[in-house]
């Protein structure tokens, strides 16, 4: 009887038509995963007039979503790595899209806020079960890239919303937006047909045939005898408890560091994309190109993703992410003082490109430093506890307004998180990872 190892058959398998039908259908669910979140700013204007709210019962609603999505990634999360990711994935879809959808038909404030907590308890869930599964059928080479490029679609998400938002109010009122949300439900039946739970699960749940059949998609060079014995080359872990799991194993540091380094980064960038504008507008910018700084912003966390992704591939995430939080801070630091626009746009660029961009890899990083098992709840948690520094971000960039502090206060009070990020990434250690089918070197 052959011994076969589940890890090897991955890593050493080629960018196929299985990797192709997984990045597309995980893309589409990341675009709407975005675009059901922020689809809300859209109709902020319209819902405080219909409804007689104010501002700040406006912005408590747009809250939940945030909340749920920090519950959602934790909870999920942990679930996925006891159940499958497969059907976890489906429920999250299923949840973030009925619930969606059902805001279109809400009479009042209250309907229409426990619909988009719960719909933000599915969204929070689908990121890490997205990026856990890409790296499960990911080929070695292709672990940061492929991630990268689905993170993009957050992006894409937020450009569609903003799209069907201008054109569909006018045309059909607010509710038509929400309409929309309705479109991922088309994808359940491919999921369902088409997904697949981590090779781990399913050697460890002995689903066997099934893991035989999906090894072949993901190589199809490989052949596998028919009394192949399947192994997964990780040490024993406790599948009961992958959240005591993130602790074990000298683990513990590097948990602890990770989760630091998503509080700071995204502290740093829900802050920067919410106050952006203002504080360039505060620094004696017009309010137009004020405002064409976010869009700079976020095609240069697009082109940065894509490029780090291949960076990552190619030198290692670790060596990658530590200088990018640094340029992140330096170029923060640098907006603060007064350039000329070429410059100005090129700093805005640089950040975008080293804050998000080096976020959305970050969650590669994640993926693959803990070992399949509890792959899902280490990202989920990461996640949730980084969610928790994106809800502080605007409010943190809130009280610097409200301080009266020069340009060039505000922006190196933003550039600190970062500096803080790199330093805890640069704390992780690597050679204890647990999963053996890495090497340092693949995530130096």
């Avoid at 409804?51 to 700040?56: A, F, G, Q």
């Amino acid at each position: 009887m052959s011994k076969i190892n589940i890890s090897d058959v991955v890593n050493e398998g080629k960018f196929n038509r299985f990797h192709i039908g997984l990045l597309i259908c995980c893309c589409l669910i990341i675009v709407f995963d975005m675009f059901d979140l922020v689809i809300y700013g859209s109709v902020i204007p319209i819902l405080m007039k219909e409804w007689s709210i104010s501002p700040v019962q406006a912005g408590a609603i747009g809250s939940y979503g945030f909340f749920g999505m920090m519950l959602g990634a934790i909870f999920f999360g942990v679930l996925a790595d006891k159940f499958g990711r497969k059907n976890i994935l489906i429920l999250c879809v299923v949840l973030f899209s009925i619930f969606t959808f059902l805001c279109a038909f809400a009479p009042g404030p209250t309907p229409f806020s426990i619909f988009r907590f719960i719909a933000g308890v599915g969204i929070g869930g689908v990121l890490p079960n997205v990026i856990a599964l890409l790296t499960d059928y990911a080929p070695k080479h292709m672990h940061n890239t492929m991630v990268s490029i689905v993170m993009c679609a957050f992006s894409v998400g937020g450009i569609l919303a903003g799209l069907i938002g201008i054109y569909f109010i006018p045309l059909m009122g607010w509710k038509s937006v929400y309409w929309v949300a309705a479109i991922p439900l088309l994808l359940i039946p491919f999921m369902i047909k088409y997904f697949h739970d981590s090779p781990a699960i399913l050697l460890m749940k002995g689903r066997i045939n099934e893991l035989r059949f999906v090894l072949s998609k993901v190589n199809d060079r490989i052949t596998l005898p028919p009394d192949a014995e399947f192994v997964l080359s990780t040490d024993k872990e406790d599948p009961s408890s992958p959240v005591l799991a993130l602790f074990k194993n000298k683990r513990a540091l590097g948990t602890v560091m990770i989760w630091i380094a998503f509080f700071m980064c995204l502290l740093m960038i829900n802050g920067v994309s919410t106050w952006l504008p203002n504080l360039m507008f505060s620094a004696g910018y017009p309010l137009g190109s004020s405002l064409s700084f976010m869009i700079v912003l976020n095609i240069g966390a697009i082109i940065g993703t894509l490029i780090l992704g291949g960076l990552a591939d190619k030198f290692g995430v670790k060596k990658v992410l530590v200088p990018m939080f640094i340029m992140s801070a330096v170029s923060l630091t640098l907006l603060g003082f007064k350039n000329n626009m070429a410059i100005l746009y090129l700093l805005v660029f640089i950040t975008g490109a080293c804050t998000m961009g080096a976020q959305n890899i970050s969650y590669s990083f994640v993926s693959q430093y803990y070992p399949p098992l509890m792959r899902s709840t280490a990202i989920g948690f990461a996640s949730g506890i980084g969610r928790i520094g994106g809800i502080i971000g605007p409010t943190f960039g809130g009280v610097l307004v409200s301080l009266n502090l020069s340009a060039q206060m505000n922006f190196l009070s933003f550039a600190i998180p970062g500096i803080i990020a790199a330093l805890a990434f640069s704390f992780v250690p690597l050679k204890i990872t647990a999963n053996k089918n890495i090497k340092e070197k693949d995530i130096a």
